[in-house]
C-alpha cells in the first residue's frame, strides 16, 4: 500500500491559519519593516536626485548670469579701446570695437535684464544701465567732435572731463560686483551639490545594505521554511509508514479472525442442522423457531464473515490495469443481477453510451455489480422500477457515470455513514445486506484514483456518481498518441 500524501487546500481555513502563525507573523513584521524603510530611503533617493538636478539647472543658470556680465564689460572697454586708440592714432580703423560696443550693449543689456530677477541685481542693473550710456554719449561726442574739428580739440576735452574716467571706473567695479555675487551664488550651489551627493551616497549605500539584508532574509525565510517542509516531510513519511505497517497488521488480523470464525461456525451450523434432523418433531414450536433463529444468525455471520475476508483481500489485491470497456461491463453486470431477481419485477433500464476506462476488469466488475444490485433492491417497492446508468461530463480529466433509481433514496444526514463498512441506513428487515458493499466499492475506486459520491433524497430515488481517471492515450506503431475509441454497444433495455 503506498504512502497517503495529504495537502491542504489554499481555501481551507487551516490553510490561512498556517500562514498566519506566530512564526510567520515575526517574518511578515520583518519584511515590512524593511519594505518601509526601503521605501523611505528610495523616496529620500528620489529626492536627492530631483534636489541634483534643480542645483545643476541653477548652476548652468548661474554661469550663464556670469559668462553675459562678462560679455557687457567687455563690450563696455571696447568703448574706451576704441575711442582711445582713435584719439591717439587718428586712424578710422581703429574704432571698430566702438562701433561694435555701442550696436551690441543694448541688445546684452536687455538680455541680462531677463536673466536678472534678484532686486539687488536689478538695481545695480539699473545704475549700470546709466554709466554705460553715459559713457556711450561721451564717446559719440569725442568722435563727433574729431569729425567737426580736430584730435587735439577732442584731447582736451577728454582731460577736462575726469568724472567721466570716474564713470569708467565705476563700470568696472559695478561689472566685477556682479560677478562676484555670481560667484558666491555658484558656490552656495556647489556646497548644495556637495551636500546633496553625500545625501545620495548614503541613501545609495543604504538601499544596497537594505538589499543585501532583504537577500539574506529570504534566504534565511526560504531556508526556514525548507527545513519545516524536511521535518514535516520525515514526520509525515514515519506516520505513513506507521499506518501502512497498521492497515497490514489489522489486515492481516481481520483476514485471521474472519478465517478462524469460520470453524466453529461452520460447528453452529452443522450442530443446530443435526438438532433439527434428529429432534425436530419432539422440539416444541418455541424451541423450533430458537433453533430457527440460531440458523439464520449463523448464516448471516458467514455473509458478514465472508464480506469482511473480501475487504481484507481487497487491500493485498494488486491490480491488473487494462482498458476496459464499461459498455460491456455494466451489461454482464446487470445480466448477473437479473439472475438472481425475482422474474415478476418490472424494471424499466435506461443505459446510455459509456466510454472505455483504464482499470482491473475483476474489481470494476464488482463496483458496478455492487451498484447496480443496490439499484435493483432499493427500489423493491416501486412498480415500475427505473433505474438510469449514463456518462456525465463534470470535470476536464475526468469520466463521470451516473447510476440513478427511483427507489427510497435516504436521508443526506446520514451520508458520512454510507461507505462505512458494516453500516446500514436502513433495518435488516426492510433490505437484506451486510453494510459492506458500498465500502468495497469506494475502496476498489480509490485504488485505481477514482472517487464516489452519492445524493439522494427519502422515498424520491438516490444518485451515484463514479469517477475514474481519463485513461492515458494509447500509442501507435508510429509512436503518435490517440484517445481510445468509446464503444457504443449497450444492454437490453428491457424490464
Keep these: 500500500m503506498s504512502p497517503v500524501r495529504t495537502r491542504i ?52 543658470f548661474t554661469f550663464n548670469v556670469r559668462d553675459q556680465i562678462e560679455h557687457v564689460e567687455t563690450l563696455a572697454r571696447g568703448l574706451q579701446i576704441g575711442t582711445r586708440g582713435y584719439l591717439l592714432a587718428g586712424e578710422m580703423a581703429l574704432l571698430q570695437p566702438y562701433d561694435v560696443a555701442r550696436t551690441e550693449l543694448p541688445n546684452a543689456l536687455a538680455e541680462l535684464e531677463t536673466l536678472l530677477s534678484n532686486d539687488s541685481h536689478t538695481a545695480k542693473l539699473v545704475r549700470l544701465r546709466e554709466l554705460i550710456a553715459q559713457d556711450i554719449a561721451y564717446r559719440e561726442e569725442l568722435v563727433s567732435t574729431v569729425e567737426t574739428t580736430d584730435l587735439a580739440t577732442a584731447r582736451a576735452l ?47 549605500t543604504v538601499i544596497t ?51 478462524d470464525l469460520r470453524a466453529p461456525l461452520r460447528h453452529i451450523q452443522g450442530y443446530a442442522q443435526m438438532l433439527q434432523k434428529n429432534a425436530g418433531d419432539s422440539l416444541t414450536a418455541k424451541a423450533q423457531r430458537h433453533l430457527l433463529v440460531i440458523s439464520d444468525a449463523a448464516a448471516e455471520m458467514g455473509r458478514l464473515i465472508d464480506d469482511l475476508l473480501a475487504f481484507s483481500r481487497l487491500g493485498r489485491a494488486q491490480l491488473s490495469l487494462d482498458r476496459i ?5 455494466v451489461k454482464d453486470c446487470i445480466e448477473r443481477v437479473l439472475r438472481t431477481t425475482p422474474p415478476e419485477r418490472k424494471i424499466e433500464w435506461s443505459v446510455g453510451s459509456l466510454p472505455t476506462v483504464e482499470g482491473d476488469r475483476a474489481m470494476l466488475t464488482q463496483v458496478f455489480t455492487n451498484l447496480i444490485s443496490n439499484a435493483v433492491k432499493y427500489t423493491g417497492p416501486r412498480d415500475p422500477a427505473r433505474i438510469e446508468i449514463t456518462r456525465r461530463q463534470e470535470k476536464p480529466g475526468v469520466i463521470t457515470i451516473e447510476i440513478a433509481d427511483n427507489g427510497v433514496g435516504f436521508d443526506m444526514k446520514y451520508l458520512p455513514k454510507l461507505f462505512g463498512v458494516f453500516q446500514r441506513l436502513h433495518r435488516s428487515d426492510e433490505f437484506e445486506g451486510t453494510g459492506v458493499g458500498l465500502a468495497l ?55
Design 9 to 60: 487546500d489554499r481555501y481551507h481555513p487551516q490553510h490561512w491559519t498556517f500562514l498566519w502563525s506566530p512564526t510567520n507573523r515575526q517574518l511578515i513584521g520583518i519584511f515590512s519593516l524593511i519594505g518601509l524603510l526601503a521605501l523611505g530611503v528610495v523616496g529620500l533617493a528620489y529626492r536627492s536626485a530631483r534636489t541634483a538636478q534643480r542645483i545643476k539647472t541653477e548652476i548652468d
Design 158 to 204: 577728454v582731460a577736462n572731463r575726469i568724472e567721466v574716467r570716474k564713470s569708467q571706473d565705476l563700470i568696472s567695479k559695478l561689472c566685477e560686483d556682479m560677478k562676484q555675487d555670481a560667484t558666491d551664488l555658484l558656490n552656495k550651489y556647489r556646497d548644495s551639490q556637495t551636500a546633496n551627493d553625500r545625501i545620495a551616497a548614503v541613501a545609495q
Design 209 to 259: 545594505l537594505m538589499m543585501l539584508m532583504g537577500t539574506w532574509g529570504i534566504y534565511l525565510y526560504v531556508r526556514y521554511h525548507l527545513d519545516q517542509r524536511r521535518s514535516a516531510e520525515v514526520q509525515l513519511a514515519a506516520k505513513n509508514e506507521t499506518l501502512v505497517e497498521a492497515n497490514q497488521e489489522l489486515e492481516s488480523f481481520c483476514y485471521s479472525v474472519s478465517h
Design 325 to 329: 470497456d464499461l459498455d460491456g461491463i
Design 441 to 495: 466499492v469506494r475502496r476498489i475506486l480509490t485504488k485505481h484514483g477514482g472517487s464516489i459520491r452519492a445524493q439522494a433524497e427519502k422515498d424520491r430515488g438516490a444518485q451515484f456518481f463514479v469517477n475514474f481517471p481519463s485513461p492515458r492515450p494509447l500509442r501507435t506503431k508510429t509512436g503518435a498518441s490517440r484517445s481510445p475509441a468509446l464503444a457504443t454497444s449497450h444492454p437490453p433495455s428491457s424490464s
